[in-house]
């Protein structure tokens, strides 16, 4: 079975740009998550989307936004990239209902200079 | 103000033996507790999870107890081996139905398991 996918794999930006990070979830799954993952820390939850409705948001400024499609694959887009937003970009998905697992893909390498 | 902590930032242990890993967390709201293992450039692998209404819960060779008055939790790995050797990340959630989406993660701790 296909685990939790995401593309791309790496990326490389300047300052200012825009990116756009997508994640297929595990067929069956409808919830996504998002979490970012800096250097020697945790990760951190950004969004989570469930029926293609956002659930929760975590402590993440306007420039983050994300979606979830019909097909409950998911984008996450990040407006006027800084300097701090590189780090490692984390999808999971889930059934969604209480109790359900967490299981993450391999993440996305974002590096901003 | 970090919900949960992992105050070890490192173990090392000898093959064969046992590794505990310990978390503590400070919301006494958290009801589903989990543990991840990661190794580099790959995303947290899911190992063991418990809920708040148990106080073990046990998978192979992998323990995880849970001391609610403590507010304490500790990941046992017995026989270690080392294909264990990754950074285990405690996570913790809240709020029951819909929820697990906002796990709230421990800085982790790097597990050496020495042959």
């Known amino acids: 079975d296909a685990g939790v996918t995401q593309s791309p794999t790496h990326l490389i930006k300047t300052r200012g740009q825009h990116v756009t990070l997508r994640c297929s979830p595990i067929s069956g799954h409808k919830s996504v998550s998002w979490y970012q993952q800096v250097l020697g820390q945790g990760p951190q939850f950004i969004f989570q989307?469930?029926?293609?409705?956002?659930?929760g948001r975590g402590n993440f400024p306007d420039r983050f936004s994300a979606r979830q499609f019909p097909n409950y694959s998911s984008e996450l887009n990040v407006n006027a990239l800084l300097l701090g937003d590189s780090a490692l970009y984390l999808c999971a998905s889930s059934l969604g209902g209480a109790l359900e697992t967490q299981y993450f893909g391999p993440g996305t390498r974002l590096l901003v200079l | 103000d970090q919900q949960v902590k992992q105050n070890s930032p490192s173990l090392s242990v000898q093959e064969g033996r046992i590794s505990i890993l310990n978390c503590d967390y400070t919301?006494?709201?958290?009801?589903?507790f989990l543990w991840y293992k990661k190794y580099p450039a790959e995303g947290p692998t899911f190992l063991i999870s418990?809920?708040?209404?148990?106080d073990k819960n046990e998978d192979g060779r992998f323990t995880v107890f849970l001391n609610k008055s403590a507010k304490h939790l500790s990941l046992h790995i017995v026989p270690s081996q080392p294909g264990d050797s990754a950074v285990y990340f405690c996570?913790?959630?809240?709020?029951?139905?819909?929820?697990?989406?906002?796990?709230?993660f421990g800085k982790g701790t790097k597990l050496s398991v020495k042959p």
């Open positions: 989307y469930y029926e293609k409705e956002e659930r």
């Open positions: 418990i809920s708040s209404i148990k």
């Open positions: 996570a913790a959630s809240a709020g029951g139905w819909g929820s697990q989406g906002n796990l709230i």
């Open positions: 919301n006494s709201m958290f009801d589903y």
